[in-house]
């Protein structure tokens, strides 16, 4: 788990949403507890902004891995594994 201190109570509703840019993004890479993560759904439920860049990561995740390079393993470490 990851340290993310992530807003007040007062921040979740109202504020810069700058506030929980990291928090998000530990959300994103479920590196959150159950609590903290639990806080971060509620927040985006109700921002229309951290919503949408959270859609944007996962959105960036599939083309990563959609685009990624891959390489077959040789036949004699294929033969081995196998």
Known sequence: ????RLPTPES???GSCSEWELA??????EELDAA???KC???????EGCS????????????IARSA??????????NRIG
Not at 1 to 4: D, F, L, P, T
Not at 52 to 63: A, D, I, P, Q, Y
């Open 69 to 78: 390079m891959s390489w077959r393993a040789p036949l004699a470490l294929r």
């Open 12 to 14: 979740s509703t109202s």
């Open 52 to 63: 949408v860049e959270v859609k944007n990561l996962k959105s960036m995740r599939r083309r």
């Open 41 to 47: 759904e509620q927040h985006l439920e109700q921002c």
């Open 24 to 29: 998000l993004h530990a959300f994103f890479d």
């Open 1 to 4: 788990m990851v340290m993310v």
């Open 36 to 38: 903290d993560s639990f």
